[in-house]
């Protein structure tokens, strides 16, 4: 897994995210360039609800629950900040994974943009997402006693009023649980307290995701990926995960760097494969594989890489062989190599 410490030392993303955290607990009011209140993010869901549960259930969650932490989406630009009431707040100082009904987390992705008076900092410049899960072991025992909500934030309030369908919202928090089924030793809770300040900072290093990869004859699989690759790839690896159960667009985004970094070392295709859901494939691959070009690329704080490439696939049933299948490419990107692996590329 990322080093998130390493992650969050970047220059523009520490100031920004140590500054939140340091004026949660120092001054107050705190959040100058958000809303003075939660009822203003309220308000921009009005009547949106999901899974049973509304904007409305969670008050002034901004002011009124406890800070948990802060992290940077790289892929979205955004930072996220997580909030916990009494109950999650208790159980998540206590480490435990049992978390007792009436639990709540709730998660705003600020988005981010440069601040025109110092230019090498990123600032908040308005909401984009609200995230909710609610602990409720009866309720929600289809999805492992946690119910997901995910609210869109818009400055329309008539799109903020389409609510999805219910075969959507359901798929939809088939597929969240589906992705925070890979850290069981959270209890299912991605978000854990931070210690940005003292010597009990928890490095995320150790603290691996229910993630595998096998190596898979690509002869064996469907015709439509054998024929994305030269005839000289003989052998890919494929995502083993809960992640792949049901997949929605955010689902990729969790999954895309695991698979990128097991490129970079293996030198091979790394495959998701989704039983259910949106997209039904994906795949990655060092850009050097079936060549001599030198991939080497590099992150910050002196991390180095391998650049890779890929693609996403869908296939609708419905329409004829010859254009069923849809396939997007993956702009290029760095791909992290372990400490492990650095010396050897």
Not at 82 to 96: E, F, G, I
Not at 304 to 315: C, D, Y
Request: contains cysteine.
């Amino acid at each position: 897994m990322t080093n998130f410490l390493n992650m969050f030392l970047r220059t523009d993303i520490f100031i920004l995210g140590i500054s939140l955290f340091l004026c949660q607990f120092v001054t107050s009011p705190c959040y100058a360039a958000m809303p003075n209140k939660s009822n203003d993010i309220i308000a921009h869901g009005l009547t949106l609800s999901m899974n049973d549960i509304s904007l409305t259930d969670l008050g002034d969650f901004i002011h009124k629950w406890h800070f948990v932490t802060v992290r940077f989406r790289t892929d979205k630009g955004e930072q996220r900040i997580t909030y916990a009431n009494d109950l999650a707040w208790n159980a998540l100082k206590a480490h435990s994974t049992d978390y007792p009904d009436g639990a709540k987390l709730a998660k705003i992705a600020i988005i981010t943009g440069q601040d025109p008076a110092f230019e090498d900092s990123l600032v908040p410049s308005g909401a984009s997402v609200v995230q909710v899960m609610v602990r409720d072991h009866h309720k929600y025992k289809d999805t492992e006693g946690w119910g997901y909500a995910i609210f869109k934030l818009s400055a329309d309030p008539a799109i903020n009023e389409i609510a999805p369908s219910q075969s959507k919202q359901s798929e939809m928090s088939q597929a969240c649980a589906a992705c925070h089924a890979i850290v069981p030793q959270r209890g299912l809770v991605f978000s854990q307290i931070a210690s940005f300040l003292g010597p009990d900072f928890h490095s995320m290093e150790a603290d691996k995701a229910l993630v595998a990869f096998k190596d898979v004859r690509l002869s064996t699989l469907d015709l439509t990926y054998q024929n994305l690759f030269p005839p000289s790839i003989k052998t890919v690896r494929v995502m083993q995960s809960p992640l792949t159960e049901i997949a929605f667009n955010g689902t990729l985004n969790e999954a895309k760097i695991l698979m990128a970094t097991e490129a970079a070392v293996t030198n091979k295709p790394v495959f998701f494969i989704s039983k259910k859901g949106w997209p039904q494939f994906a795949a990655l691959w060092p850009q050097s594989i079936d060549s001599k070009v030198d991939d080497a690329c590099s992150l910050p704080a002196h991390h180095k890489g391998r650049m890779v490439a890929g693609v996403t696939l869908h296939i609708v049933e419905s329409e004829p062989p010859e254009t069923r299948a849809h396939i997007n490419p993956f702009p290029a990107f760095c791909a992290p190599l372990p400490e492990t692996a650095r010396a050897t590329h």
